[in-house]
């Protein structure tokens, strides 16, 4: 069974189709890559995932489970979390406490607990600590642990985002444009990172990326969007040397 | 990094904390002394309901990230409800426990009508909530300018026209006569409490922040699509955040009404101009600024009293200084001004800044 | 024959906040900011009308010109000085924090220069009132030359935005401020060109409104002012027509409700509308729908 089964999934905005008849299908364990032209309709489908926006057809499965119209927090509580594409940390929160608050939905105590700073406070804020900065040791952010989110460079503020999303414990996780603004350097170590990702946290993840080396070099299967619609999906390695992909990327 | 960064927060609150204890020290021996004008002393209440009152909307604007325009629609809840308990209640039970029960009452009443309000309200954003949170504010200073409450042997009788309408027996007695509101509130208050209060505020407002709860809080605050994305409730913790400062402000209120034998509802206490006091204290102080706000609440309201020849000038510099305030530090200009001087003049504590906390 | 004479100074009331909210809402579509000193810029103009017109003994339309051009300055001056520069500030609250300081700052002045007292306003109206039904039904001059005057501004604005390049420019900002850049658009000129706008049609409404409600203080300008601003979330709030609709429609509630219901409650109900009109459609009558961009 897959682990994310989408199938018909549409919606439009103002009469045009941003996404049309959308459907994939993610085996637990798979690096999948989602691509396409600049408009062609990626984000939506994240968001549409996500819940953030409604489709107007289509019905989304994880396990099994149809999760079509959820809330946001419901889906992120269901197991899908996601990083965007334009940077959203919290600027004004330290990089543990961005973690952290990835970890909230795991580690409980009262607001009375909180505020009269009774033992289970402490109890629970330490094992807080603990896991977060775990989470901030896979990506090399543990030394700045102390920092202003805003003050990260850019890079590690990438890498940031998926420590909080790997905080709330997915199924599925879903990057958009990962590697946006990064260096070849930094790319090659993110993509070593995805896949250590992948192998130590048992992850999913489905992937949006304009950099075709970071795609060829770690996507196991991808869809090509264009203009909202499937133009074709498959392994890797075929759906590259498509001729109607190198056309939608190249122009005619 | 992780220790010392706890141990930073903690000694940032210390401070706030042993700041407040001496400025109360410093007030006991200027009164044992003699050392104090009967100006100053009937201002060390006041000041204490402006200190309360700034660190809750502080609690609103600078954690939550919302601009709230009826913080003093929550203080006259929570004043108007208190007195009334102990209007009806004075000589019932020991003095004390009347009073304790008066602050809860107080402080209860304004968290009720936090989250009544929050509910719709924190739908919007930004300043559709200003506004409404102005409307509200209105309201209900509104609604209590028309309302007559009064007491005989068969009970108590409600109405919004006015005394006569209440139809009270012989013996009845009117306790909340519509814009004359409530008169004989016993005078209850007085610095120390005002102080332990300011305590008890600051210990719920700067242990939420540090918790799970307040982290939350300040997600949605930085940004409300990815705290939702990493299953934030947005609804829960921006009610809490506002219900929490309703209370405090609501407690502020209780401070007021049994400060004063007269309880009223005025543009003056409790309307629009009050909220924008109060913002005023938040922002000199700076958002999100705990401290800060405690600090300014002081300066701003001693400032105009101590000079007396300011008196006609108070709001005229209080405007100034918002406006001043404001673009100074917010403007892009002006930060970007200020960073550049940071680093060629203490290249060190800039350095020390990235680190926080 | 009340109801129709509360409903025709409802109309009168109405058509005062309708040319208010007009600044509103355009100052909302193009700068993205509620401008709260807005309600403050009337009352300058009701004092500049009652400088010229009762100290000095001027004609009263060379008042309404005076008072016209010192709004529109002062209208400007307080964009350059006080917004423009919080324009790209990292907090939205920033502005709107900035704009309560300088409608308290303009109050204060006010307040400094001519005092707390109430001045009483000479009309600036020489129409005598207008008597229908045998004299049972009476609209003051006031009432008419108001009701008149907002329509002559709506009809003038929906021109100017509509056909005129400035006003297509106007529309443009409010689209999108970045594309209009590109397209070549001066934007700051034009958010200026807004406020302009904004603040003549305020000082209009100052006299309109001390003309019809004849007592003048510093703070003259608040309560309407923000009652405008409900007007025009009411019609939707970015939108010419839906802030006359909004306008009006608010003038014909607080005249009845003071009227039917409770003259102490009129300003709690123009404020549950605002409520309710925000929890049932938060884009008012007239408002679009807008997706926010992740």
């Known amino acids: ?252 | 990094m992780k220790k010392m960064k706890m141990t930073k927060t903690a000694k940032n609150n210390l401070i706030t904390y042993i700041m407040v204890f001496l400025a109360y020290i410093a007030v006991q021996i200027l009164l044992a002394t003699g050392n104090i004008s009967s100006l100053m002393k009937g201002l060390l209440v006041p000041l204490c309901i402006y200190v309360m009152l700034a660190v809750s909307l502080n609690l609103t604007v600078g954690i939550l990230g919302e601009l709230s325009l009826g913080h003093a629609g929550f203080m006259c809840v929570g004043a108007f409800s208190s007195a009334f308990f102990s209007k009806c209640m004075d000589g019932a039970m020991p003095d004390g426990v009347r009073f304790l029960l008066a602050l809860l009452i107080g402080a209860a009443a304004a968290g009720f009508f936090g989250i009544l309000i929050g509910i719709p309200v924190l739908r919007l954003k930004g300043d559709y909530l200003a506004i409404v949170t102005l409307a509200f504010g209105e309201i209900i200073k509104n609604l209590v300018n028309v309302l007559y409450i009064g007491k005989d042997k068969n009970g108590f009788h409600f109405s919004m026209k006015d005394s006569i309408s209440l139809h009270l027996e012989e013996e009845g007695q009117v306790i909340v006569n519509g814009a004359q509101g409530i008169t004989g509130t016993p005078h209850d208050a007085t610095f120390t409490i005002g102080i332990i209060l300011i305590f008890i505020s600051l210990i719920i407002i700067l242990n939420l922040i540090n918790s799970r709860d307040g982290r939350a809080i300040m997600s949605i605050r930085d940004n409300r699509i990815a705290a939702e994305s990493i299953g934030i409730n947005i609804t829960k913790y921006k009610l809490m955040a506002f219900s929490i400062s309703a209370s405090i402000a609501g407690a502020a209120g209780v401070l007021y009404a049994h400060n004063l034998s007269t309880l009223t509802a005025l543009p003056k206490n409790f309307g629009y101009n009050m909220s924008i006091m109060i913002l005023v204290f938040v922002v000199l102080g700076g958002i999100g600024n705990i401290r800060g706000s405690i600090i300014a609440a002081i300066i701003l309201t001693l400032l105009p009293e101590l000079l007396r020849g300011l008196s006609d000038y108070r709001m005229l510099i209080y405007a100034i200084v918002l406006i001043a305030m404001m673009l100074f530090n917010w403007s892009p200009k002006a930060v970007a001004w200020k960073e550049r001087l940071k680093e060629r003049y203490f290249p060190k504590r800039l350095r020390k800044e990235k680190e926080v906390k | ?294």
């Open chain 3, 1 to 294: 024959m009340s109801f129709i004479s509360y409903l025709i100074n409802g109309v009168s009331l109405g058509s005062v906040y309708a040319i208010i909210a007009l600044g509103y809402t355009m100052v909302y579509g193009i700068a993205k900011m509620l401008n709260f000193a807005h309600g403050d810029v009337i009352m300058v103009g009701g004092f500049a009308v009652f400088t010229i017109v009762s100290t000095l003994g001027l004609p009263p339309i060379l008042g309404i010109l005076i008072a016209v051009v010192i709004c529109t300055a002062l209208g400007m001056a307080i964009e350059r000085v006080a917004y423009k520069p919080l324009r790209n500030a990292s907090s939205p609250l920033a502005v709107l924090i900035t704009a309560i300081g300088v409608s308290y700052l303009l109050q204060n002045v006010a307040l400094l220069i001519f005092g707390a007292n109430t001045k009483s306003f000479t009309s600036v109206v020489a129409i005598s009132p207008l008597k229908l039904a045998d004299g049972q039904l009476i609209i003051s001059g006031e009432t008419i030359v108001t009701i008149i005057a907002g329509i002559i501004v709506m009809i003038c604005l929906t021109l100017f935005v509509n056909k005129s390049k400035a006003g297509q420019a106007m529309l443009a900002v409010s689209e999108d401020k970045g594309a209009a850049q590109l397209m070549g658009i001066n934007v700051n000129g034009t958010i200026a060109l807004t406020f302009a706008i904004g603040s003549a049609l305020a000082a209009v409404a100052g006299v309109l409104l001390c003309s019809a409600y004849p007592s003048l203080t510093p703070y003259t300008g608040a309560m309407p002012g923000i009652k405008a601003f409900v007007a025009a979330v009411f019609g939707g709030i970015g939108s010419i027509p839906g802030a006359m609709i909004g306008g009006i429609l608010l003038g014909i509630i607080e005249i009845l409700g003071k009227a039917y219901i409770s003259s102490q409650m009129a300003d709690a109900i123009v404020f549950a509308v605002l409520i309710i009109v925000l929890l049932v459609k938060p884009t008012g009558i007239l408002g679009k729908n807008i997706q926010e961009k992740v």
């Open chain 1, 1 to 252: 069974m897959s682990l994310l089964e989408v199938r018909n999934l549409t919606i439009s905005f103002g009469g045009l189709r941003a996404v049309d008849d959308f459907h994939i299908d993610i085996k637990k364990g798979q690096l999948y890559g989602l691509i396409g032209p600049n408009g062609a309709g990626k984000t939506t489908v994240f968001n549409l995932l996500t819940g953030v926006y409604k489709p107007d057809e289509g019905i989304i499965k994880l396990e099994g489970r149809d999760i079509t119209g959820l809330k946001t927090i419901d889906i992120n509580k269901a197991g899908i979390a996601r990083t965007f594409q334009n940077i959203r940390l919290f600027k004004e929160l330290t990089v543990l406490d961005n973690v952290k608050v990835g970890l909230h939905n795991h580690y409980h105590y009262s607001t009375v607990e909180g505020i009269f700073r009774l033992p289970k406070y402490y109890k629970v804020e330490k094992e807080m600590d603990g896991r977060a900065m775990e989470l901030l040791k896979v990506f090399e952010l543990d030394g700045e642990a102390g920092y202003l989110a805003s003050n990260l460079p850019y890079g590690k503020q990438r890498k940031l985002e998926i420590a909080r999303a790997l905080a709330t414990g997915p199924k599925l996780l879903l990057l958009d444009e990962p590697a946006a603004g990064m260096n070849p350097n930094e790319t090659g170590e993110l993509m070593d990172t995805i896949r250590f990702v992948r192998d130590q946290f048992d992850m999913t993840i489905l992937l949006i990326e304009h950099d075709m080396k970071l795609v060829s070099g770690i996507c196991e299967e991808l869809t090509v969007l264009n203009f909202g619609r499937i133009l074709t999906q498959g392994k890797t390695g075929t759906v590259l040397n498509d001729p109607q992909v190198i056309t939608a990327y190249l122009g005619e």
